[in-house]
Structure formats: C-alpha cells, structure tokens
C-alpha cells in the first residue's frame, strides 16, 4: 500500500466513523425530535413577535418624533409667544450660522425618558384598542383623552405609575399626535403663520410667518419613511389617496387648509414634500381689508356698485398675492339675495350668503387617460349655468373652463375669478392663448381687473414692514381699451382714484334716465356706510353682510361716520 493510499484509506474510515457516530446520535435523538421541533417553533413565533414588536415600537417612535434643534446658545431671541401654554411656544431668534437671518423655533415640553416610553406604548395600545365613540356628537378631542384614560388604567402595569403631572404632558402628545398634525401641530395652531412647507427629506420646514416672512424652523425631518408616513397621514386626513402609483395629491386638510404634496422619490428627488396654505377660521372681510390697507373705503365702494350691477370682476397677482382673499372679501358686497355659485377645485372661499351653491371638482385615480369619473372646473361651470346665477365665482381660472366662464358672461350672468399673472398684459396672453382659448373679442367681458400684490410699505403698519395692495385697477372696453380707475402709491401708500372715469357705471346709470354722473353719489353714500362700519369695528362677515343687507332696506349711516357716538337707529336691529 502506498502512503497516499493509506492515507486516503485513514481519511474512509474517520468519514465513515463520523457517519456512524451522527447517524447513533440520530437514532438517540428520534425520540427527542418532536420535542426538539416544538421548541425550534417556539422560538422561532418569539424570535418573529420580537421583530414585531420592535418594528412597532419604531413605528410609535417615528409617529412621535422628529428632529427639533434648540435654541443656537449665541443667538438672540427677537420674540417669543406661546402657543398653548405651559406645552408649546415659538421664539423668533437669530441664527449665527445663517449670518444672524431669523429663524423660528418651536419649543415644545419635553418628556422624561421613562414618560416617553409610557407616551410610546400607550399610542401603540390606542391604535389596536380605541373604541369609536358611543354617538357623533362626542367631542373627538374629549373621546380620545377619555379612552386614554380608560386605557391607562387597565394597562397600568406595563404603563408604570404616570403622575397626574406626567398624563398632562402625555394629553398634549397625544392630541398633538393623534388628532393634530404631529411634528408641525404648533406651526399650524400659530395664527401668525400663512404657509408651512418642506422641500424634502433633511430639508427645514419653512413657515411663512405675517411679520417676519419665510423662516427657516427648528424643525427637520430626517427619516425617509418618517416622511412618507407623514405624507400619507396628511393624505388620509383630507380623506385622499397618496402613493408611489399616484404621488401627487391636491387636498383640502381638516380646518379647510389647502394642501398640495408629493410623495416619495418618484417625483421629487429629494423625497417627500408638502405644501400647506392654512386657512383663516374667520375670512378677511371687505372692512378687514380697508383696515389692512389693501383697498379703502371709495374702492370697496367701487366694486359694491360694479358687483351690483352683474358686472365681471378678475382679481389676478402672483402666488400668494392675495387673489382668493380679495375675491372673497369682494363677495360680501354682494346684495343680498343673490344667486351665487362657486367653482372650485378646493373648497377655499368662505361665503355668508343663503342663497349659494358650492361646487367642487372631483380627481379620478385612473392612469393616463383614462380618467373616468372626473369632473372638471370646465364641467361645474357648465353645470352652474342651469341654477340660473347671477354670479358664477370661480376660484381661480386655468384652463378649458375659462372659455364656458366667458361664454356665461356673454349672456349676462355675472362672473367672478381669479386669475395668476403678474399684470394685464399677461393675463391677457394667458386668457386668449391655450388651454384657456377665449377669443380676443371676449376679453372686453371681463369689466373690471384689479391687480393685488405684496409689496414693501414706506411706512409700517402695525409693526409689519409689507403688506398686501390693489396696485391697479382697470376698466375694460371694445377694441382692447381699458382706463385706469385707481392706482396704489407706492411712496406715500394712498390710492389714487378716479371712479369718475368709470364707463361702465356711467353707461349703466344713463340706462336707467339719471344723469350719467348719478352713480357718484351712490359710490358717496356706500363709501360712508363703509366708514361708519369700519369707525364701529363692524368686521365680522356676517356682521358685514347685515349692514349691507339693512342698507337695501333703505338703511343710511349718519351724515358723517367720523361723528357716530350714538348709535344711529336705522343701522342697529
Ligand atoms: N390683504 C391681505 N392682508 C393680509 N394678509 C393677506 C391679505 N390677502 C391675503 N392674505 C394672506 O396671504 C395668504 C395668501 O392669500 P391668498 O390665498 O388669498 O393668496 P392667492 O393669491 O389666492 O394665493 P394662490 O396663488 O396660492 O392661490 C393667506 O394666508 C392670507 O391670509
Ligand atoms: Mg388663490
């Protein structure tokens, strides 16, 4: 025998004896198999409840936390307001990294690490046991703190002894959590704060705040899924869809906020992002906005007249100029009684009136297309034309629906819109070229165009150097004339205006067998009711629309508003 041969004959027998020996273990083993298989079962069930478990408990994290820088320790603090106190508040501080530019911080209570937990698993046992509430009436707020309550006691035991100290904080999270808007609840109770946005994953959110402008804030969320989660809770709330099929949603949030979204990386490189314009629970009214300094008394006037007669009205500006608030505060001068329908594709303006109707377009989920059960801005104007309106509202024109919009004001009904462009030139373009397709003879039907626009003041007012102004308004006429009616001064900021050259309003008054000059006086006499409400602080919508409502009756203010001390018996219910 070789060496190489005794040595694989060596190598056989240890193979061989290492067989036998496994296969005796086996044969051992046999019986102890079933039990051996029961226990790997077992720990595999554990192994997979301890993934499940913690994969829950980061959900519950992500739903609670997201990153919030302090205070820089070198930066000052311009201002400070709380939100709720003693839970939340806001300071406006300087950040010297971004060479001193403000920057706005949220300051909310901090939790113990123990209360954390304890807030952690309390979320995690709400989402498997909240029982809905006994009748709809029951205050949603009231309802969840009831059941965390109730909730609390039962698992006292994993939840630890939660001091009645502790519970207070733990209430705010979860309101702020479950029934609020999480990370960003304080910058959307903030009543200072028009816009909340964020442009993506690690991205600051940005408000826009009324005194300071855009403002980076504190607040960053960093994790791509925390994001995506937020998205699609911010969806769910508006009661719509959002995924990586369709990553794209329009929305009106609970309290009428408008949101626009995207979601995930399809569209937007750098993740998720959002857009929230926050609505005002009590609409700007026509007095709220003399007050503001964006029209004044002899405008509103102005257009209270023009809206009376069924002529159409456009307000146009850039994005956030002021557009949608101007159209609605132009809409409490309507006289009472009025038909009115509003087309919209969210819900934004916020009428007092009885007599309207509010439309609403509707998206489809279909792909390409194929998008059966939309309906469209153009559809709903169509529609509006069979209530038999005296003014068609809608909320902002962009397409096909301008060209019906014109077709309804060429047989007489009124027509409000607003309109994106910077001034009348281009809104001009815009109207006459696809996808809105009016004819360039149509265009004389829109009688009124105002120009609003943020603009920088010469002198603050009420501490805030900008401010929202009618930069210009024009009257249209045949063959593409228009005539100034008034006109904002940027250095002294006071209107020029000059109701005097209004056409249309002389036209309208030689109609009806008055001097062509009549309609002045009225504007007179409007212009005094205006300044007798403001003088009274009558701002309120509806209180506004009562005092237009009494004027028809033949109500009239006082000689001079400047001189209301006593009340005077025909404007008072
Ligand atoms: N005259 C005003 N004075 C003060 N704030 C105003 C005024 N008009 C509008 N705002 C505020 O500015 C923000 C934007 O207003 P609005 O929605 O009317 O603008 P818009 O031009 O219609 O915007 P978009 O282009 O997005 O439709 C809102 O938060 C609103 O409260
Ligand atoms: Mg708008």
């Keep these: ?137 029951e205050d949603a707020k009231m309802h969840i703190v009831n059941e965390s309550r109730r909730l609390m006691k039962k698992y006292r035991g994993a939840l630890g002894n939660i001091s009645e100290d502790s519970w207070k904080k733990l209430e705010y999270y979860i309101e702020r959590d479950l029934l609020g808007f999480g990370p960003i609840n304080s910058m959307m109770l903030d009543t200072k704060i028009e816009d909340v946005s964020c442009d993506g994953v690690a991205k600051p959110v940005y408000v826009w705040h009324r005194k300071y402008e855009s403002l980076p804030s504190n607040l960053t969320i960093i994790d791509k899924e925390l994001f995506n989660n937020f998205i699609i809770k911010l969806a769910h709330f508006s009661g719509k869809h959002v995924s990586s099929a369709f990553p794209i949603v329009d929305a009106m949030l609970p309290g009428r906020h408008r949101l626009a979204a995207t979601y995930g990386e399809e569209i937007s490189p750098s993740g998720s992002t959002f857009t929230i314009r926050k609505f005002r629970e009590e609409p700007y009214s026509v007095v709220d906005l003399i007050d503001l300094g964006t029209i004044n008394e002899r405008i509103a006037a102005y257009f209270w007249l023009v809206l009376e007669n069924r002529l159409t009205v456009m307000t146009m500006g850039g994005t956030g100029a002021g557009k949608t608030t101007l159209l609605n505060a132009l809409a409490n001068l309507f006289k009472p009684g009025m038909k009115i329908v509003t087309v919209e594709e969210i819900a934004e303006l916020n009428l007092p009136h009885d007599n309207w109707v509010q439309f609403v377009s509707r998206e489809s989920y279909g792909l390409g297309q194929n998008k059966i059960g939309s309906i469209s801005l153009f559809d709903l104007v169509r529609t509006s034309l069979r209530y038999r309106p005296d003014y068609i509202i809608v909320g902002e024109i962009r397409g096909e629906e301008a060209f019906v919009l014109f077709q309804a004001m060429a047989t007489g009904h009124g027509g409000l819109s607003t309109l994106h462009a910077e001034n009348l030139d281009y809104a001009i373009k815009r109207l006459t070229s696809p996808p809105m397709n009016v004819a360039p003879a ?84 409007r212009e005094e009711v205006l300044r007798w409400m403001r003088a009274r602080e009558i701002r309120n919508v509806r209180a506004v629309a009562k005092v237009i409502t009494q004027y028809y009756q033949g109500a009239r203010p006082p000689p001079k508003a400047e001189a209301v001390q006593v009340t005077p018996p025909s404007l008072i219910s």
Aim: hydrophobic fraction near 30%.
């Design 442 to 525: 149509y265009i004389q039907l829109m009688n009124v165009a105002a120009i609003v626009e943020r603009v920088y003041l010469p002198k603050q007012l009420h501490g805030i150097p900008f401010g929202r102004r009618i930069r210009h308004i024009w009257e249209l006429y045949k063959y593409a004339k228009t005539k100034t009616i008034a006109e904002w001064d940027p250095v002294t900021d006071t209107y020029r205006v000059n109701v005097e050259e209004s056409d249309l309003l002389k036209e309208l008054t030689m109609r009806t067998g008055r001097p062509a000059d009549a309609y002045l006086e009225e504007i007179a006499r």
């Design 1 to 137: 025998m070789s060496k190489t041969e005794t040595k694989d004959a060596k190598a056989a027998t240890k193979v061989e004896k290492k067989v036998e020996k496994k296969e005796d273990k086996r044969e051992d083993k046999k019986g102890d198999k079933k039990e051996a298989q029961k226990e790997d079962k077992k720990l595999k069930e554990v192994e997979k409840e301890e993934e499940k478990r913690k994969k829950k408990s980061k959900e519950v994290e992500v739903k609670v936390e997201a990153t919030i820088l302090p205070l820089p320790p070198d930066g000052q603090i311009i201002e400070t307001y709380w939100i709720k106190e003693p839970y939340s508040r806001i300071h406006i501080a300087t950040i010297p990294d971004r060479g001193g530019a403000y920057g706005y911080f949220v300051e909310e209570i901090q939790l113990k690490p123990e209360e954390r937990r304890s807030l952690m698993k309390l979320v995690d046992i709400l989402g498997k046991e909240l029982e809905p509430p006994e009748t709809s009436d």
